[in-house]
């Protein structure tokens, strides 16, 4: 079976300084792994994911990512916050194995204090 | 491209009756799965499709049924609705049964049941 944790309901920074949300991941073969948000009443928008290659991963909006084997871990950073990127963030992983369907992660609320 | 839509965006139903969920798609996507997103449990898989013909049931398919006759519709029918069926249901498509390919979200349907 795969899961995901995102082991903070929510996290606070101020508008200029770097954010990361956590997310850590279990899974059988390969995993491949994906960070949506989810913007106040609206659907699952994509931001980035890890398939393989290097490790740091660049997506949307200044995002990035960075998939550790070692730690079993795929946290999401972003140097300077925005007050727009106040949001719920969700970790998603999928192997080639089972399924294949998208396990999310419960979700982290994202909240940048101007 | 329309991408995915969903409708209708809210619905209040009693306990017993019966809807039907719409989800359809214009990227010629082969895999197509609907979850429903509750409150500290991130999203979780209901049903999903990997092509016309061809659906299989996710964590919690209880409750639900689906069909695939097209490759651009996925509907999801809840036969007799219960309070504990009341979430965000969100469908999703992805161009292939490849692990690696992006999911694409609807907007989302909130549905309460009294």
């Known amino acids: 079976a795969q899961s995901v944790a995102q082991p903070e309901d929510q996290v606070n920074v101020a508008e200029g300084n770097p954010l990361t949300v956590k997310c850590t991941y279990s899974v059988s073969g390969n995993p491949y792994l994906f960070w949506y948000v989810q913007y106040p009443n609206r659907g699952l928008q994509f931001l980035l994911k890890?398939?393989?290659?290097?490790?740091l991963v660049k997506g949307s909006y200044g995002f990035e990512a960075e998939f550790n084997k070692s730690q079993t871990s795929f946290h999401l950073k972003k140097p300077s916050a925005l007050v727009s990127d106040s949001a719920l963030y969700f970790c998603a992983v999928r192997t080639d194995t089972g399924r294949r369907a998208l396990t999310f992660g419960s979700g982290t609320r994202l909240q940048v204090q101007p | 491209n329309a991408g995915v839509t969903q409708t209708p965006k809210f619905q209040v139903l009693k306990t017993g009756q019966s809807m039907t969920l719409q989800c359809a798609q214009d990227m010629n996507h082969e895999y197509m799965s609907w979850y429903r997103q509750d409150p500290g449990m991130g999203l979780r898989l209901i049903h999903y499709?990997?092509?016309?013909?061809?659906?299989d049931q996710g964590e919690v398919p209880n409750g639900y049924n689906v069909s695939r006759s097209t490759t651009e519709d996925f509907p999801l029918r809840l036969l007799s609705a219960a309070p504990s069926q009341t979430s965000v249901y969100f469908c999703a498509s992805r161009h292939t049964r490849t692990s690696t390919d992006t999911q694409y979200f609807g907007p989302g349907t909130r549905l309460t049941v009294l």
């Open positions: 890890y398939i393989t290659g290097d490790n």
């Open positions: 499709s990997v092509g016309a013909g061809i659906t």
